[in-house]
């Protein structure tokens, strides 16, 4: 499942945006893995933190349900 496909199904259950970076970080903290850019100058720098919210409903996405 693309970012985008995330973002397309959390827009319509959620009537709300969420930026690729907040994706990413709510998979980081569901243990899926994530990949860092090789142009990213702090490697462990978070850009969006997820909220709470963001990351139930982005492993409910990814989970099918």
């Known amino acids: 499942m693309t970012y985008k496909d ?22 980081r ?6 990949k860092v850019s090789k142009g990213r100058i702090d490697k462990d720098k978070i850009q969006k933190s997820a ?9 409910k996405i990814l989970k099918g349900k």
């Open 51 to 59: 909220t709470d919210q963001e990351v139930n409903e982005v492993d």
């Open 6 to 27: 995330i973002q397309d199904i959390y827009m319509e259950r959620t009537h709300k945006g969420i930026s690729t970076c907040a994706i990413a970080d709510a998979r």
């Open 29 to 34: 903290k569901l243990g899926y893995p994530v």
